[in-house]
């Protein structure tokens, strides 16, 4: 069974202030893939990242930066100075294979100017 | 538009009811998916299709729903005697290839359904 639990509901920030968002996840599967899509208000979810269990290296890519540790369970994600545009809802999901993905509950993310 | 496109986009129906929802993924894309999402929670599996065939259809809760892709393209997901319980958003996603190293899954702005 997997299971992806974001514990946070919602996160508010004032603009340019730096957000993590929280992905905790339980899987038996040995070799698996974690992602984050991003769903904004028009509804469509965005991929943002793929990891597969076999790679714990931390990822950059502009204002994003996700944190994979292996030994807790945990693929963190950091919104670094956001702006109001990364306003949305986040999920965090597990997949042991490409398409059928256990999505967490989503944490809402609210970025004020 | 060379998104994936869904229609109806919001659609109000009676207990009861039979219900259909169309998907058009992106052109090229063999692999299709369904996703239902409820208020306040992720999005989950509902059925993926390999080309015309429906490959893993263990997300659908009940045999109510039924989904088809007769030629490999569109796909209708199919609702019979609906209840207030299948009230959700539901997701419609495409991609080139569904193998294990890809789930990078383009979505639908979705469908809403509600059952009164």
């Known amino acids: 069974a997997q299971k992806v639990t974001q514990a946070q509901t919602e996160i508010s920030v004032v603009e340019k202030e730096d957000v993590t968002l929280d992905c905790v996840y339980e899987?038996?599967?040995?070799?698996?893939?974690l992602f984050w899509y991003k769903q904004p208000p028009s509804g469509e979810l965005v991929f943002l990242i793929r990891r597969n269990s076999f790679d714990e290296q931390n990822e950059i890519s502009g204002r994003y930066s996700w944190n994979f540790q292996k030994s807790t369970s945990s693929f963190n994600f950091t919104i670094t100075a956001s702006q109001v545009v990364d306003s949305a809802v986040y999920f965090c999901a597990l997949s042991p294979y490409g398409y059928k993905l256990s999505f967490g509950a989503g944490t809402t993310v609210t970025v004020r100017a | 538009g060379a998104g994936v496109s869904q229609t109806p986009s919001n659609k109000v129906t009676e207990k009861g009811k039979y219900v259909e929802l169309r998907c058009d993924p992106i052109?090229?894309?063999?692999?299709l998916y369904w996703y239902r999402q409820s208020l306040g929670q992720g999005p989950e599996f509902l059925i993926y299709?390999?080309?015309?065939?429906?490959?893993?259809d263990s997300g659908l809760p009940n045999d109510r729903f039924f989904a088809v892709r007769p030629e490999g393209s569109v796909s209708t997901l199919k609702i019979q005697r609906t209840e207030r319980g299948d009230s959700a958003v539901y997701l419609c996603?495409?991609?080139?290839?569904?193998?294990?190293?890809?789930?990078?899954?383009?979505f639908g702005e979705g469908s809403r359904l509600t059952v009164l």
């Open positions: 996603a495409s991609s080139l290839t569904s193998d294990r190293l890809t789930g990078e899954l383009f």
């Open positions: 299709f390999q080309g015309t065939g429906a490959a893993d």
């Open positions: 052109s090229g894309h063999t692999a």
């Open positions: 899987t038996r599967d040995t070799t698996y893939y």
